[in-house]
């Protein structure tokens, strides 16, 4: 498995990737998946992963892009286009 | 001005072992300056079927000697060698059921610089009316997949059945350079009208045109040095892919794990994982 940019977080990661590989090539591939199951297994990587974004400043520049896009995607849906 | 780079192929796997791959892709070894892959967000929507995902990837970069020679070194700072790494957002979509994914890369910095957005729209090829007579969900997954479950614990195999994706990639590259600065100016210029002489507000027009040609000749350049990188990183992203797929098709899901370990052992180790080839391969961005 690749690893995490957080070391301290790549225990929860490959909890959550096997968990996710698992569902991904057994449901959701043969389009019999009701509902994402690796969801607490995520939320548990995500709160690990959220405390390093935070920390190395990542989650500002995250923000930024994301901020940037919506821009672009208004741009780009203004009417008359 | 914008630079773009397009090319097509069809990949001798199945839609779902390609979507599989894409989310496996790194470590590889034609991919050794990926460092981190980390899953961001990641939503299922049960009644289209469709995923999406966000990922952050961090690579190890270097900006090209010829970018180099072109930036200001106030613009460089710390990493006056241009050495460093680089946060790659990744999103894409997979829609199972009409059988396409939807990705897209980006960088997060030195976008002043040159924003690169990557985009690959995989494909599966479309099925003939007949065929589609048999569509149940569980039939149409079994004629477009690989989905056979091997009883020796060995997981998911990729069946060797004739089918193909079809992916279409693109890189558009767009260099920003100058710009940042010139509305620092201007604000900076603004302020100090408002509370300076009105003397200040009649600056010769001629300088400005001169400064904005020479951004945008500048801008040219990085984008023209960017999109030749691009070119030559493709091929080894596609190769990139191709390993991975293999990979899939030999040992299945555990197959693909094992060879990413030992991969990644490798590059911890830094020993050079593939016969040097005429360019590295760990110099390219993708």
Known sequence: MSASLAPECNEVKEKYDNCFLKWYSEKFLRGTSTNDECKPMFDAYEKCLSKALSERGIDKMLAEVRQDNKENDAEHMKPGR | MVKFYSSQETYSYSFPAVTLAYFLRYPNPYATHVLSTDTIARAYDPATQRLTTVRLHLKRSKLPAAVLRLLPKSLLGASATGESQTYILEKSV????????????RNLEWTGVLSVVERQYFKRPDVPDEAKLFKGIEGAARRHGFLAFAKDGRGLRVEDNGDTTEVTSSVTLHSHIGETWKRKREAASEAASASASPAED???PKMGFLRSWG???????????GLSRAQRSQPNAKEGMKVVLERMREGGLVGVLEGMRAD???ILAGRSLLAPLAKGPNDSDE
Do not use: F, H, Y
Request: charge should be negative; hydrophobic fraction near 40%; glycine fraction near 4%.
């Open chain 2, 215 to 225: 951004t945008a000749a500048l801008q040219r350049q990085i984008e023209k040095i």
């Open chain 2, 264 to 266: 990644r052992e490798a």
């Open chain 2, 202 to 204: 009649d600056a010769p």
């Open chain 2, 94 to 105: 997979v829609d199972v059921n009409e059988g396409w994914m939807d990705t897209e890369s």
